[in-house]
């Protein structure tokens, strides 16, 4: 993968307990990507694919595979996805898409859902993943890239500042608050996202988890240089999930692209 490889499986994996009740209220793509995976009948390959977050939406409409690179992340998966009918259980596979190779590359839909392209934090990796989807995509294949749109002024006034995020209660009780701080490289277009998550069970025994993300942002012009030389022309590029137009205000860079 690229050189931060080791860092972003241990961050993962400290991270995969957590995922579920992170994306625990977030849905604003699912209905998206339903009706593309509809219209483009499948089967749906979903790079990144976490905890089964996306398959476990998609599964019910197209023959779906999804892999991570992470080994905690697909395991949790599998227990999600346990509930999906036999008929339309997804493939899970273990692999880092910036350099994959799958039996039967015919899909007709590629997703990378909830930045998980942006955890390559090196251009050539990038552009390396584009490739490999680009091949892994029948002649008429859609490509799903939802990438964040980086809010410059906040980051600028949080300045990595410690900011509370998130909290909730599970059902074995523990109470946790998720804390963030961002710092940004703009010259390498990273950003640094540091994570503290701290818990309290009901004995009132305090845990603490850190995890840090890099995640490499792309400007949209970038974004369409990269998909052209990985030969996809842009069908869309959105600024949301219920096709907002692009611009500074929006929070996401969603493109549909299609093979050339």
């Not at 998609?58 to 227990?79: N, V």
Request: aromatic share 6%; hydrophobic share 40%.
């Amino acid at each position: 993968m690229c050189n931060n490889r080791e860092e972003l499986l241990a961050n993962l994996a400290r991270f995969s307990p957590f995922y579920d009740w992170d994306y625990r209220n977030f849905r604003a793509d699912i209905p998206l990507l339903k009706q593309l995976a509809r219209d483009t009948g499948g089967p749906v390959l979903e790079a990144g694919c976490g905890t089964g977050r996306v398959l476990m939406e998609l599964a019910t409409e197209a023959h779906c595979t999804g892999i991570d690179i992470c080994p905690e992340m697909l395991e949790l998966a599998r227990h999600n996805l346990a509930t999906v009918p036999p008929a339309h259980q997804p493939l899970l596979l273990q692999a880092d898409m910036a350099d994959f190779r799958l039996m039967h590359p015919d899909f007709g839909l590629a997703v990378c859902a909830s930045n998980s392209l942006m955890h390559l934090i090196g251009p050539e990796q990038q552009q390396s993943a584009l490739s490999c989807l680009h091949g892994h995509l029948r002649a008429d294949g859609l490509l799903v890239l939802d990438l964040f749109n980086p809010p410059v002024e906040q980051i600028v006034a949080d300045d990595g500042a410690l900011i509370q995020v998130d909290s909730w209660h599970g059902p074995d009780g523990i109470e946790t608050t998720k804390w963030m701080s961002r710092t940004v490289d703009w010259v390498r277009q990273v950003q640094t996202t540091d994570i503290l998550l701290s818990q309290v069970r009901p004995n009132g025994q305090h845990l603490e988890t850190t995890v840090t993300f890099k995640l490499r942002f792309l400007w949209p012009h970038e974004l369409e240089l990269m998909l052209d030389a990985a030969g996809f022309d842009i069908v869309h590029l959105w600024g949301g999930y219920h096709r907002e137009p692009l611009d500074d205000k929006a929070d996401t860079v969603l493109c549909v692209a299609r093979v050339r």
